[in-house]
């Protein structure tokens, strides 16, 4: 194998790729990208096991071939030398890579060692659509609600819907859950598929237009493409929670406060629980204002936020990160938050727009 391309351009494709390696695992192939040269480019691919990424540029290739190289070290290299040509051969233990006046070498793996995890292909297979704009937008008011240990490890993806036009997402992690809406495009017909997180955070970084996107699926897998950039998941098996199993259908006490008064007011109050534990905040809700509570070792704060009240006055504790998790994934000017019980979950959402809505349990307060 034997090609010669622009420095930058092949340090952003490897870059990009590399996020699809493996770390610390006993199978060092996936801890490689995958180099194939052929006709006018160069495909750059990693898998570690759940995602794959492949990414073509243009080269010119001098001789044809494949082999594998460690991808985050090719990848921090590539990028100290992105302002060369690179013209980079290979022979039967690994690669030259030559820039300038320059040349360093690499051990490489046979490309035939490299596992396979899917063709991308769009013939036979259920699709969804929805513009990039919307879909990074629905990725982002979910994601961080996703679990992160493996206790559970259906919770670590989020349930995507496609019916009747639109797009659902859902993602909770037995503390918290976020639930949010945005228009579909024309599809194949109803999906319901459970992505990994990782994946889902891999492709809102390639979406920075308003095109519309197409996202396929083919039994346990995903497929969508980007420019040129083909991302294929494993998709989680197993049912996962149902909202409307944990989201409450009616509340004792409904308040109405302004989204940033409220943040402000929060993350004043988060800088002194910083590091506990529960980062416990407290709401003391009274009519026209939630009186605000946080005490640590370094100190406590009390403030107080202008507030409509309709129902029962309640004293609530609750994670104050959740908290304002939620709240800066919110987007109006006044937000509205409902309640039960000190000890039943309580929603936020948007005033008088429903596409976006979060489910924080609270903390018993004897637990603080």
Do not use: W
């Amino acid at each position: 194998m034997k090609f010669v391309c622009d420095g930058r351009i092949l340090s952003d494709a490897a870059l990009t790729v590399s996020k699809a390696c493996a770390v610390k695992t006993i199978t060092p192939i996936l801890e490689c990208v995958k180099l194939h040269a052929e006709n006018d480019g160069l495909t750059l691919t990693a898998y570690d096991g759940e995602i794959s990424i492949e990414k073509k540029i243009v080269a010119e290739v001098l001789e044809e071939g494949e082999l594998c190289v460690n991808g985050k070290t090719f990848a921090d290299f590539v990028g100290k030398i992105a302002d060369f040509e690179v013209v980079i051969a290979s022979d039967e233990k690994g690669i030259s890579i030559r820039y300038a006046d320059s040349e360093s070498y690499m051990q490489s793996l046979p490309a035939t060692d490299f596992p396979r995890i899917g063709e991308y292909s769009q013939e036979g297979k259920n699709f969804f659509a929805t513009k990039e704009s919307e879909l990074k937008n629905l990725i982002a008011k979910t994601i961080f609600c996703c679990a992160t240990d493996e206790s559970r490890p259906i919770l670590k993806g989020c349930l995507l819907e496609s019916k009747q036009g639109e797009l659902m997402a859902t993602a909770l992690d037995g503390f918290r859950m976020a639930y949010t809406t945005c228009e579909a495009g024309e599809g194949s017909g109803e999906i319901k598929l459970v992505c990994p997180a990782r994946t889902l955070v891999e492709i809102s970084r390639m979406l920075d237009g308003d095109e519309e996107l197409k996202i396929y699926a083919d039994k346990n897998l995903l497929f969508v493409a980007v420019k040129d950039t083909i991302i294929t998941s494993r998709l989680y098996a197993g049912e996962f929670v149902k909202k409307e199993h944990i989201y409450p259908t009616a509340f004792t006490t409904v308040v109405k406060v302004k989204r940033a008064e409220l943040i402000d007011s929060v993350e004043r109050a988060s800088v002194l629980i910083r590091g506990d534990k529960n980062n416990l905040i407290t709401f003391d809700i009274k009519p026209g204002k939630i009186v605000i509570n946080a005490n640590s070792e370094m100190g406590k704060v009390e403030e107080t936020v202008s507030s409509e009240l309709e129902g029962k006055e309640l004293k609530i504790a609750m994670n104050g990160k959740y908290l304002l998790d939620a709240l800066k994934a919110l987007s109006a000017d006044t937000i509205v938050i409902s309640f039960n019980t000190p000890v039943s979950p309580f929603t936020l959402e948007n005033e008088g727009e429903g596409r976006s809505q979060y489910l924080i349990l609270p903390v018993r307060a004897g637990n603080s």
